[in-house]
């Protein structure tokens, strides 16, 4: 991927844990320093100079891991007084709840409302899975897949054709991947290791064997696939159990590192 003319895109990882511990950072990915993919992670990840960058916050769905860092950036705008409006932009089931759960003047203030409805620190924006929208020049498609709460994967393509996939957090699904056709990069959940399959497939999750007959359903297998959201506790063993799938194109997020797509 590249917005400007032949530049590759840079994705940083400010977090890939599919829990919170020493070192392991909530889901969080930077996108050419002004587009968040996910929001689990970002004062913890970023300095203040990089988090003013920010301008768009692309979300999943609204479990907590994904949504944490929000109020707390919209905190940080607010007392360094910064006249910038972060667009938060996701399914209209996440925005309620992140309105009504979080953002409801009782768990954290309504940023939505502050300092002003015409100038907030927080705008939301909601999309419909399955219609294209922009993003910064990018094309976006958002794609519902299974989960325990409604949550969608996107799939971001920049104006030279390269194509992001970002699954967010799913278990078996089938839209997405009948929709990810020459797939550049791939950002893929495995929360669960193999012997805990069932346990995944409740929860609206994937182990390395489930990802593997995913990846079958695929037309097309993506060039390039990332592993996010392992739970820390199983993190050394769904590290063994991706290796032994045998695919030369797959590799676990680093936390902290940038990558170009």
Known sequence: MGRNGDHPVKLKVLGSSGAEAVGHNLPAFLVDSGLLLDA????????????????DILITHAHLDHIRGIPFLADNLLMRNKRQTITVTSTAQALRALQKNLLNNVIWPDFTRIPDTKNPVIRFRHIVPGRPF???GY?????????????????IEDARGKRLLYS??????????????????????????NTMEERAIMTGHLTPRLLKKEIRKMEHP????????PKPQYLEKIKKEVEALHMANIAMLEEGKIYEI
């Open 139 to 155: 094309s976006i498609v958002a794609y519902k897949v299974a989960h325990s709460v409604p949550a969608v994967g996107y799939i």
């Open 222 to 229: 993506p060039r390039k696939i990332l592993i996010t959201h």
């Open 168 to 193: 967010g957090d799913t278990g078996p699904t089938d839209l997405l991947w009948k929709a990810a056709k020459e797939i550049d990069c791939a950002i893929i959940e495995i929360s669960f290791p």
């Open 40 to 55: 689990g992670t970002i004062g913890l990840a970023l300095n203040e100079s990089e988090q003013w960058k920010i301008r």
């Open 134 to 136: 922009a993003i910064k």
